[in-house]
């Protein structure tokens, strides 16, 4: 399912049961799993590994040589996309650089709107939702289920925690701990993803404990030390304990 006046280098893997769309172009060393549809006029830079039931909406790029100074065609650099995301139209992907691991990840069940960007070395887990124009910087992370409103632009070396939430045109220079909700430019936190986590079934005792911890970290004036200190000292749930970790684990500080 390769159309006639698509151009794929003759090193690419394509499963027979992927598709390829019309003036689109594959480079060296693609490889691109079954079911994936690649649609007209995009570009898959080479070294890029595709997995399966990809949706790929045209004209966007997705592996080519990233955007940092330091970044070479031919330095070993890769991608690797997951299986079942969407990726829009003039959605860019750059890989990664040798900065780090020289890979840019995106996971599985993705959904990324269109003209976001997804700069070298990010690392973007699974079930997360880019709106239209949501921008990474280099070596972002982002975790599970993150929702990022239109226009966000986090800046490189940030972590966004699992189901955190940025309201649109978002700006952040800093890490959003688990379950939080942020917004504005620059963005401050406004509370817990409520309706996100009751969308995903979490139970509402849980929900509670997420929000006495909440209050702990921003409302109750203590330092970020004596707060997880507090934290700690809470009843014993999962949750509380993942914000711990984040906030322990976390190399810029927090979004405040």
Not at 227 to 252: C, G, T, V, W
Request: hydrophobic content about 40%; glycine content about 8%; overall charge negative.
């Amino acid at each position: 399912m390769i159309h006639d006046t698509a151009v794929v280098d003759p090193s690419a893997q394509i499963d027979d049961a992927a598709t390829i769309g019309p003036y689109s172009i594959i480079g060296e060393n693609v490889q691109i799993g079954a079911d994936t549809r690649i649609g007209p006029h995009v570009v898959i830079g080479a070294h890029t590994k595709i997995g399966a039931r990809n949706q790929i909406f045209q004209f966007a790029s997705v592996g080519e040589i990233s955007q940092d100074m330091t970044a070479k065609p031919d330095d070993g650099t890769s991608t690797e996309i997951g299986d079942d995301n969407i990726i829009r139209e003039y959605v860019t992907i750059n890989r990664g650089t040798k900065k780090e691991q020289g890979v840019t990840r995106v996971g599985n069940h993705n959904w990324i709107m269109a003209y976001c960007h997804i700069a070298h070395d990010c690392q973007v887990a699974n079930h997360t939702i880019f709106a239209n124009n949501a921008s990474l910087a280099g070596h972002v992370r982002i975790d599970d289920w993150v929702i990022l409103g239109g226009y966000t632009l986090v800046h490189q070396f940030c972590r966004l925690g699992a189901h955190s939430f940025t309201g649109y045109a978002s700006g952040l220079d800093r890490d959003v701990p688990p379950f939080v909700l942020v917004d504005g430019n620059p963005a401050v936190p406004r509370g817990i993803n409520a309706r996100g986590l009751q969308r995903r079934d979490f139970a509402r005792d849980d929900i509670k404990a997420i929000k006495d911890a909440y209050r702990v970290i921003y409302r109750s004036d203590l330092k970020i030390s004596d707060a997880l200190e507090k934290l700690k000292a809470m009843p014993d749930n999962s949750h509380i304990a993942s914000m711990i970790a984040f906030i322990e684990a976390s190399q810029r500080g927090l979004q405040r």
